[in-house]
């Protein structure tokens, strides 16, 4: 191989990695939602009721105990799993049962969830259970408009139920 | 079947690795130096980056402005670093995948060279860890669509008491605070991965940390040109009340999260670590019995350490001589780290043929193959060689089969690698034909430039053949009755061919 031809053959190798570098860290264009679509997701972490009822503890009781320790009420430390529901107009479009995290599974429960909806008017509504009955004792609903690609977060908080941003 | 498969992906990497033999020449061809040009793309990155630091602002809003205003305000300068800053990361990636393959294919995984191994498979998560969390400094939507996605593949993982992908939930979840930290993690990470590239050569001699000049500069000159003709820029500025749908990703770094998307979490962490642990494992893999390391005859050491110099594993070191009232030093082999290749025994001055002791003993020597028997062989082969160009044709075990050319007037002679030939036989062989009975030429193969099994051989032969490197071979002996032609495995054709080319030039 004659010189000419070695650097020509280096320029076409040097264009070759410089080509694919320069098109492979931006390209190709990785499609994640649809034109049309928009995401909804739904996130919380909440601690739930207690399995079991508090009690008083009597004098006696309170009386073996060392001082340090001696305090009245004596409630149980594991927490309810937290079931939560979401509808997407009038459809469920999701259920799930949270388990308390700890090992004692007395800790929050919580949940990161994603889906992809279609972009326009929707009606959420969620409903949540933190109690060992399982009874459904929050509720929320909103209508949304989302554009594509829009995103609406579905939040949940004891103090204010729930809470749709977008 | 791994050997099967092996040896066609070894034969495929050969034939590109001698298509940019013949564009760049041995010694240039940056496929030959995988590992130095990781190193190389390191520093760029780690100049460059430093350059970005102090103009890099941490805080929600003043993290993509800042990086805009360099971009734009200064892209004669800050703009060509960034976009040097992120080319180079993606060169270092493309080079350590390549050097990946490479060392995979030629199966240099197990036995002596476990330790290098197994020392990479950390880095290719350093380096991820470094480049991923790059990206996120800008802040821009990529950044984002990485932040999301990462933290939604590691909350897969029962870790974490809760989502890390809450922390960007909302526009709100997310603080000034964080590019702090971001910025830390950047500093630290790749300091992690400069410290575990440390590591994995420490078993090796005279590492390759820096490519040959030429290489580094042409390199660089690339990079800086697709700078120009295609800087890096930032996407729109992250919002995240607002999902970004069309993504123009990394693929060298981020292609993790569309293989998240399009499969499960679940199935990407399986492929990670499936991956992981197979690289991990790959040093148990069936292998060879491994050959006798070599052994040190203290009588007849003096400690000169040239074996030391040239041994490609650090496997000898020099230790007070264990016969009083000799020599100050002797050599000691590290079994552990011995590959067996007789490097040592070939640069070891008292291996010399010429010596006439009844049984040649050198200083160092391989147990498989002594220099004695070596001798004995040489001297057995001289006399039968006949007709015109006599030639004795030396070659390794790990090259081209050299016993594909034996014919008549034709002698071959495999070591286990060229190296361990000591240049003293050449002269031995030539000057025996002026007696009668020995070879008018002695051609030497083994491995191609850059391509030697044991790193050096082919290197230190060259070298001492020229008179470039101790024990060399004599100034008086004929030059052009010894021949150097490198040939891998599979290029037996061309290693005919150059015999035929030297015998006729000796006849």
């Known amino acids: ?166 | 079947m791994e050997s099967n498969i092996r040896t066609q992906a070894l034969k495929a990497v050969r034939a590109v690795e001698a298509v940019f033999d013949r564009a760049f020449g041995a010694r240039d061809n940056p496929l030959r130096h995988l590992g130095a040009l990781g190193f190389y793309f390191f520093w760029v990155m780690a100049v460059s980056g430093i350059y970005l630091y102090a103009f890099y602002d941490t805080g929600v809003t003043e993290a993509y402005n800042s990086v805009e205003r360099l971009t734009h305000g200064q892209w004669y300068l800050g703009g060509v670093m960034r976009s040097l800053h992120r080319y180079a990361a993606d060169a270092f990636v493309l080079v350590m995948v390549l050097h990946l393959v490479k060392e995979t294919v030629n199966a240099r995984y197990r036995g002596f060279r476990w330790f290098s191994w197994l020392t990479g498979v950390p880095t290719l998560w350093l380096a991820y860890a470094s480049g991923i969390g790059g990206y996120w400094l800008v802040w821009d939507e990529v950044a984002q669509f990485s932040a999301t996605a990462t933290t939604e593949w590691f909350d897969w993982l029962p870790l974490f008491g809760e989502p890390l992908a809450r922390n960007f939930l909302t526009p709100a979840a997310v603080n000034d605070r964080f590019f702090s930290l971001l910025s830390f993690l950047h500093i630290g990470i790749p300091l992690l991965l400069l410290l575990a590239m440390w590591v994995h050569i420490q078993r090796v001699s005279l590492a390759d940390v820096a490519p040959p000049r030429r290489l580094g500069w042409v390199t660089l000159a690339a990079l800086a040109a697709l700078c120009v003709a295609k800087p890096a820029l930032s996407a729109a500025a992250a919002n995240l009340a607002i999902e970004p749908a069309q993504v123009a990703l990394d693929w060298f770094y981020l292609f993790v999260h569309p293989l998240m998307y399009r499969s499960s979490p679940a199935i990407a962490w399986g492929l990670a670590f499936g991956a992981t642990l197979l690289l991990a494992a790959a040093p148990l893999l069936p292998k060879p019995k491994p050959a006798p390391v070599a052994r040190v005859s203290p009588p007849d050491c003096n400690g000169c350490g040239r074996c030391v110099a040239d041994c490609p594993f650090s496997a000898v070191r020099l230790i007070p001589h264990t016969l009083k009232g000799t020599y100050k030093l002797q050599a000691q082999v590290d079994t552990a780290l011995c590959a067996s290749c007789g490097i040592c025994a070939g640069a070891c001055p008292s291996s010399t043929p010429f010596r006439s002791a009844g049984e040649l003993v050198s200083g160092i020597d391989m147990p498989q193959l002594p220099i004695d028997a070596l001798r004995r062989q040489l001297n057995a082969g001289l006399t039968q060689l006949s007709g015109p160009a006599r030639t004795v044709v030396v070659g390794c075990d790990c090259a081209a089969d050299v016993t594909s050319v034996t014919g008549k007037g034709v002698l071959v002679l495999s070591l286990p690698c060229i190296g361990n030939l000591p240049p003293a036989f050449i002269e031995y062989a030539l000057r025996r034909s002026r007696q009668g009975g020995g070879a008018d030429g002695v051609l030497i193969t083994g491995c191609r430039e850059g391509d030697c099994a044991y790193r050096f051989g082919n290197e230190w032969t060259e070298q001492r053949v020229a008179g470039e490197r101790e024990p060399h071979l004599r100034l008086n002996v004929p030059r052009h009755r010894v021949q150097i032609a490198w040939a891998n495995g599979g290029e037996e054709a061309a290693l005919a061919r150059s015999l035929a080319v030297f015998r006729a030039a000796l006849a």
């Open chain 1, 1 to 166: 191989m004659n010189t000419a031809t070695r650097y020509l053959g280096q320029a076409v190798l040097y264009g070759a990695f410089a080509l694919a570098i320069g098109y492979f860290s931006t390209a190709p264009t990785y499609t994640h939602l649809a034109p049309g679509e928009a995401l909804l997701k739904l996130s919380f972490s909440h601690g739930a009721q207690r399995v079991g009822a508090c009690r008083d503890r009597g004098d006696e009781e309170l009386a073996k105990l060392p001082p340090n320790m001696r305090i009245r009420q004596d409630c149980p430390r594991e927490r309810s799993p937290v079931i939560v529901e979401l509808e997407l107009d009038g459809a469920r479009l999701h259920r799930e049962s949270l388990p308390p995290s700890g090992l004692s599974r007395d800790g929050s429960a919580s949940v990161y969830r994603r889906f992809v909806v279609p972009a326009g008017t929707h009606r959420l509504a969620a409903r949540l259970s933190d109690n060992a009955k399982g009874e459904f004792n929050y509720r929320g609903e909103k209508t949304v408009t989302l554009a594509p690609a829009q995103i609406v977060v579905v939040e949940f908080h004891a103090s204010s139920g729930f809470q749709f941003f977008h």
